[in-house]
């Protein structure tokens, strides 16, 4: 794992297959999330939140330390010990000639995709009119060659990049009046040609 700097951002790489399967988990995921939402929170406060016991959690945040996504974060007391994102954000790719990064960052992309669609189906049972236009599934079926989907990634990471570094996660600074989370995932799949090479 390897850290660069992205403007002023920094970019964790993920190019270790352990560290990919140590994010890969949905128990992680779920600690993630609640760190990266409510902000420093001790492990027994997750379990709570999470319904699994502290011992578990525990462990799991201490995965998560040791591959850099977490780490302590200053205690109000000298029992508790709240863990915090680690600065920046992490970015993963599958190297052709390492299977084992490949097939950990497959599973990692579907567990991003499931927990998507969950998000999806759970808002769907709650939304409410005042968000509904902004909301929900877009499709486009579009013909692009390597470089113009490059070219389309790179636009719409320039989009996100100043939104995301606006309110980073972690943070509990106050956030202006009608702000709530919102979960962008773009999925991206090549499709196998038709009959016609269409």
């Known amino acids: 794992m390897s850290l660069e700097s992205v403007g002023e951002r920094r970019v964790r790489l993920l190019d270790n297959p352990m560290a990919i399967r140590a994010m890969a988990h949905p128990v ?9 939402r409510d902000g420093p929170i001790t492990s ?13 959690a525990s462990h799991h945040m201490r995965q998560l330390a040791k591959y850099g996504f ?3 974060a200053e205690a109000t007391n000298s029992r508790d010990r709240p863990w915090r994102l680690t600065p920046g954000s992490s970015s993963w790719t599958a190297a052709p000639q390492d299977p084992q990064s490949a097939a950990a960052a497959d599973v990692l992309g579907r567990l991003f995709a499931e927990r998507a ?3 999806l189906v759970a808002w769907q049972q709650r939304r409410d009119d005042d968000w509904r236009d902004l909301t ?8 692009l060659t390597r470089d113009e989907l490059a070219e389309l990634n790179d636009a719409i990471e ?9 309110r980073k996660l972690g943070d509990n600074a106050p956030r202006p ?22």
């Open 44 to 56: 027994a406060a997750a379990a709570r939140r999470l319904g699994i016991s502290q011992a578990l």
């Open 70 to 72: 977490v780490e302590p």
């Open 158 to 166: 320039a989009l996100l990049v100043p939104l995301v570094d606006r």
């Open 28 to 36: 992680r995921l779920d600690l993630l999330g609640i760190v990266g």
């Open 177 to 198: 009046a009608g702000t709530v989370p919102v979960d962008l995932t773009f999925l991206v799949s090549v499709l196998e040609p038709t009959e016609s090479g269409n």
């Open 136 to 143: 929900g599934v877009s499709s486009n079926l579009i013909y």
């Open 117 to 119: 669609l969950a998000n």
